[in-house]
């Protein structure tokens, strides 16, 4: 018959409970590591959305800079007919309006479930918005030169026009 050593098979008994503990303990952290990556995640994504969010603000800000600034200098100006003024003021407004849809927009994102997106999605979609903020204030600035030029051309012509002549 043969003799078995209880000894060391209470001592294997003894290691494999102490094993099976340790993995149980690291299955424990290794889910609390993947729920601590998306808490990271959710909050890495927040972080953009904000930057984006505030560089949009930014960019409204330059708006009505411009508007309150450079239009009331360009509409004051006398080489600005009035048959223009209507059609400046028009095309100016049509870009405020436009970032004040854009505003609302986003509040609409940030507030809601907005279409059950995920957070990827909704930066996504922020970051367009932001593309075109910044082409709405390049489009202001573009046109706020253009109107600033043909009021110095019409200005020199104005002084080429009316000159004292000598003869």
Do not use: C, H, W
């Not at 903020?133 to 253009?146: F, H, Q």
């Amino acid at each position: 018959m043969p003799v078995y050593d209880n000894t060391n098979f209470i001592s294997l008994v003894k290691s494999l409970v102490e094993s099976a503990k340790q993995t149980a303990q690291l299955l424990k952290t290794v889910e609390f590591l993947k729920q601590q990556k998306e808490n990271l995640e959710k909050v890495n994504s927040v972080v953009k959305q904000l930057k984006v969010v505030r560089e949009i603000g930014r960019n409204n800000q330059r708006l009505i800079g411009i508007m309150q600034n450079d239009l009331r200098e360009i509409l004051d100006s006398p080489y600005i007919k009035p048959e223009e003024v209507t059609r400046i003021s028009e095309s100016f407004n049509a870009i405020v309006d436009n970032s004040l849809e854009t505003m609302d927009f986003i509040d609409e994102i940030l507030s809601s479930d907005y279409l059950k997106m995920s957070d990827g999605e909704r930066t996504e979609m922020l970051q367009e918005k932001e593309m075109q903020s910044g082409e709405m204030v390049m489009e202001i600035n573009m046109k706020t030169n253009r109107y600033r030029n043909i009021i110095s051309f019409r200005k020199m012509q104005d002084k080429i026009n009316n000159r004292e002549t000598n003869f």
